[in-house]
């Protein structure tokens, strides 16, 4: 069975990035009938917090990304220590005794040389501090090449012998990221790993890990980075975080249709569900370039996706008693959902708009005229014509100061369409004013 997994770290809102990586992990478990499952990467204590983690929670049920399971790191550092001792056993975790301020130095001697900042391991005969606790390493296994086929990328080569062995533990016992992950995808029985391509030397790293841990890894799926016009995605571009979306008043799909096929072969368009977007998500299709996210294109497939939405998809978020006939007139006008508000509000009235004066004759005619016609055929038609006749005036000096004075704007739905729900003594009324 087909298991994804989404890790966040819980020190900050989901941003649009992340986001699109949930959503591809959800996809694919779900067009293979799999499970999808959330792991909160809080093994940072000092930086995670509870807020964030039911922020995550909330953004997720915001976009409809039902989780199968949810597992905690910080509950399951017990399985972290047991595993670290089989692989220390085994020689694959070693103590080091370096002090940043050391191996920063070795660093730039070596870079001095010209040569790669590699780590250099400890000969067997160096002694040990006793006055230091030691951080951790993973010992790479040099001879054994590294290599898989990415699901994105495609065959990927690594030379661990141009790997440092990377710190898997810290000298107060703290975990960092790369070693637990692994951990935990094999106990959550993850087949497939989907994430930024800024992880891909990590998978390096972790392949083997799984490999001195008994286990054959997942598929990985390393998605090339989304770029804004601000320039790389990151946390603290605060106004591309989930929260903010929905305070905007973008609808969640809007979010899904457009995260799901940015930087993909297959065209953003609107949908009425997910199902065309379980169907449709295959890796192969994904793009290595960097996807451009723009705000303007979500806004926009925003709109026309409410331009088509359903009355019945919206009736529990409209205004009391806008009905479907009014839904229909108003929505084209839309960009927001919450915009129809203000549109059942220029439906329902009171309205004060103060005629210019030279529209005044006109409109007390309109007035006259509004108050005897049959209002259950075309009133707007009827109206119209009638005015033609009677005053002369056609195009925008006939329509105009109509629209201005019923709806109190230059633009807006179909008037012909309008009429009918601002009902016969509200135009009168508004004629009249
Ligand atoms: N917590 C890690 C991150 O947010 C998870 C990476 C992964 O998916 O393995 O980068």
């Known amino acids: 069975m087909t298991i994804t997994r989404f890790a966040p770290s819980p020190t900050g809102r989901l941003h649009i990035g992340n986001i699109r990586t949930a959503l591809h992990c959800w996809l694919w478990a779900r067009k293979h009938g799999g499970r999808f499952l959330l792991r909160i990467d809080d093994t940072d204590a000092a930086r995670s917090t509870e807020a964030f983690v039911d922020a995550i929670r909330t953004d997720l049920d915001w976009l409809g990304l039902a989780r199968d399971g949810e597992e905690r790191q910080s509950a399951r550092l017990a399985l972290y220590e047991t595993q670290f001792d089989l692989l220390r056993a085994a020689g694959r975790v070693y103590p080091c005794y370096e002090t940043p301020e050391e191996l920063d130095l070795r660093r730039k001697v070596l870079l001095g040389r010209g040569l790669p900042p590699i780590y250099e391991r400890p000969a067997p005969d160096t002694p040990v501090p006793a006055d230091r606790a030691p951080h951790w390493r993973f010992r790479l296994d040099h001879d054994a090449a590294i290599a898989w086929t990415d699901l994105i990328r495609g065959p990927q080569h690594f030379d661990p012998k141009t790997m440092s062995d990377p710190v898997v533990r810290r000298a107060d016992g703290s975990w960092l990221y790369l070693l637990p992950s692994v951990i935990d995808d094999i106990d959550m029985g993850v087949t497939t790993v989907v994430r930024g391509e800024d992880h891909v030397s990590n998978t390096a790293s972790q392949l083997q890990m799984f490999a001195a841990l008994g286990s054959a890894p997942p598929a990985f799926a390393h998605e090339a980075l989304l770029v804004g016009s601000e320039g790389k995605l990151s946390k603290r571009l605060g106004s591309l ?140 038609r009827a109206l119209t014509t009638a005015l033609k006749e009677g005053t002369g005036r056609s195009g925008k000096a006939l329509f105009l100061p109509l629209r201005r004075a019923l709806t109190g704007l230059d633009h807006g739905p179909d008037m012909a369409a309008l009429l009918p729900l601002i009902g016969r003594s509200e135009t009168v009324q508004r004629l009249s004013a």
Request: glycine share 6%.
């Open 241 to 380: 975080d989930c929260d903010a979306l929905r305070a905007d008043g973008i609808e969640p799909l809007a979010v899904v249709a457009l995260l799901a096929r940015l930087g993909t072969s297959d065209p953003v368009e609107p949908v009425e569900s997910v199902a065309p977007l379980v169907d449709g998500i295959d890796f192969a299709r994904f793009g290595r370039a960097p996807a451009r996210f723009d705000i303007a294109e979500l806004e926009s497939l925003n709109a026309k996706m409410l331009h088509q939405t359903p009355y019945a998809a919206v009736a529990a978020r409209l205004p009391d008693g806008m009905g479907e006939a009014a839904w229909t007139v108003i929505r084209p006008n839309l960009t927001r959902l919450s915009d129809a508000h203000d549109w059942w509000r220029i439906v329902t009235g009171p309205l004060a708009v103060a005629a210019a004066p030279e529209d005044a004759d006109f409109l007390s005619a309109a007035a006259r005229i509004a108050a005897g016609l049959d209002w259950t055929a075309d009133p707007w």
